[in-house]
């Protein structure tokens, strides 16, 4: 065994410095890892099986919050036949089936097995019997809707007392696992403390002793790294011919002495190089801002379409003939405006025609809730700017002025020596002012939404039935927009009404571009 330790010593003693640096460096990672993986795998391994403690607890929470939800939506439909509530009673339904299909599906000696499938069968029925009453209420079958509407309440009734009588059984089964596991979890972080404790200090023992043996001979090259650390590359070469520690220490400080040499020789032609890349970056720079405002101009609002369409179809069962007529042409002439337009321009004219295509149809879908109202001078306005400009903006005021019984939007547009002034109010509760920020910060970084923090703090805030998320990406394309055809930043402006009450859309058009 002496002798066995004995060569070993001398083995590594004849090495390479090199070698034993990373030797010992590959020793000491190894160690390091180990303690780390065995730590970590540890702690996650004992997190995990507590927090699994009841898991089973919050998936049924989740399956009773999504029956509730269902339930909801088919009293909605059932008494307001409306389509989201339809939709909401789809997409439950669909998320109860996905629930049941892991549950247990047959019976079971176990009571909260048999608990279980009991959950599942009236899961189903549930879904069952809540499928007629909607078929009957299309139907509009009053006597079918009565007897299945009442049948389905009796199973939602008896459903949910069985869903908290299943939850109290998991709750007793999972206390008990609780405790288990917490008794593991004790023992499991005892035991990577002392992992961690014994890994770390056979490092520190490891490297010490590393680290003191490969010190003294790099007290020979001391004076050579000193003039390098002072930027002096002119010292003479070493021309070390040793094969042990000190002369690869040398040979690599010769090696890179060269290196700086040559790296020094080669900035210049470098420097030559960036110079011309720098001139094909600003043609880029043009190219993809081009490519930039055609991308932009490409946004349609999906929501709206949908809502148009169904507006029309509303119209078409109310009325006959004329007035639907009408109001299909006014939807054709806008989308046909929207689509099928290939420039990237329009004159203001253009874009004043295309609203008032625009406000007809907001007015059939809203009626007298929307009040819209222009003052625009009796003159022609051949100015040029960015296709749908102006919709995307009044569409912003109408959405927040029936924020209220009724809803106020006026457009106004002035002249004088250097600009056009089209200014765009609303009577709705205003833009917050973390809001408006946001957006001309987007505009400034030049992206086409708002941050997520503030999209969902937005959100939070929507009147109760209002389902369409507001990012803020009509808005702000059309701000990015002006400012790419222009190129300027105070073409734009947001404020509040003279009366402090809504917001103030303001548009700026220099008159002579």
């Known amino acids: 065994m002496k002798q066995f330790f004995s060569t070993l010593r001398r083995a590594i003693r004849n090495r390479s410095l090199r070698w034993k640096i990373m030797t ?11 303690a780390l993986l065995a730590t970590v795998y540890l702690d996650n391994y004992s997190m995990r099986t507590l927090g699994d403690s009841y898991i089973s607890n919050a998936e049924l929470t989740h399956f009773t919050q999504e029956l509730t939800e269902t339930q909801r939506a088919m009293e909605t439909y059932i008494n307001y036949h409306t389509f989201e509530s339809i939709d909401n009673y789809y997409a ?7 629930i049941c299909d892991t549950m247990q599906n047959c019976p079971s000696v176990n009571e909260l097995r048999q608990t279980e499938y009991l959950v599942h069968q009236l899961a189903l029925s549930f879904i069952y019997y809540s499928n007629k009453s909607v078929s009957a209420r299309r139907a509009n079958n009053t006597e079918e809707l009565k007897e299945y509407f009442k049948i389905t309440l009796e199973c939602y009734n008896t ?20 405790e288990k596991n917490h008794q593991y979890i004790s023992f499991t972080r005892s035991l990577s403390i002392i992992f961690f404790v014994v890994f770390s200090f056979t490092i520190f023992i490891l490297l010490y002793l590393i680290v003191s043996s490969l010190m003294a001979p790099l007290a020979e090259i001391s004076r050579v790294a000193e003039r390098v650390s002072n930027r002096d590359f002119d010292i003479p070469l070493f021309n070390n011919k ?6 690869n220490i040398c040979n690599a400080f010769d090696g890179m002495i060269i290196s700086i040499r040559e790296y020094i020789d080669t900035i210049w032609e470098k420097a030559q190089t960036e110079s011309e890349l720098r001139e094909k970056e600003i043609e880029m720079q043009s190219l993809y801002t ?6 932009l101009q490409n946004q349609i609002n999906p929501h709206f379409l949908f809502n148009t369409l169904n507006t029309g179809a ?18 054709a002439d806008f989308f046909r405006y929207n689509i099928q337009r290939q420039d990237s321009v329009a004159t203001i004219n253009e874009e004043l025609g295309i609203i008032d295509n625009f406000v007809y149809i907001m007015k059939v879908r809203f009626g007298n809730r929307l009040v819209f109202t222009k003052d625009i001078p009796n003159m022609d306005f051949p100015q040029q700017i960015p296709v749908m400009t ?3 903006i009044v569409e912003n005021c109408i959405k927040h002025s029936l924020e209220n019984p009724t809803g106020i939007v006026n457009l106004k547009v002035e002249k004088d020596e250097k600009f056009i002034t089209i200014t ?6 205003g833009m917050p002012e973390e809001t408006k920020a946001g957006v001309f910060k987007a505009v400034e970084e030049g992206i086409t939404r708002l941050p997520a923090e503030l999209v969902n703090a937005v959100n939070k805030k929507k009147e109760p039935g209002q389902t369409e998320k507001r990012n803020g990406t009509g808005l702000i394309s059309v701000f990015l927009r002006l400012k790419i055809h222009f190129h300027r930043d105070d073409i734009f402006d947001i404020t509040q009404n003279d009366d402090n009450i809504g917001t103030k859309f303001i548009i700026r058009i220099p008159i002579n571009v």
């Open 242 to 247: 040793t094969t042990d520690e000190i002369g």
């Open 390 to 392: 102006l919709q995307p």
């Open 159 to 178: 459903l949910m007392s069985k869903i908290l009588e299943l939850n109290n059984l998991r709750l007793q089964e999972n206390a008990q696992t609780y």
């Open 92 to 98: 439950g339904k669909i998320h109860i089936e996905e």
């Open 24 to 34: 010992s460096l590959a020793l000491a990672l190894t160690l390091t890892t180990l």
């Open 290 to 295: 081009d490519a930039q405002l055609r991308a």
């Open 424 to 429: 765009v109010s609303d009577n709705g509760s």
């Open 314 to 331: 509303q119209l078409a069962m109310m009325e006959n003939a004329d007035k639907t007529c009408y109001f299909i042409e006014q939807v």
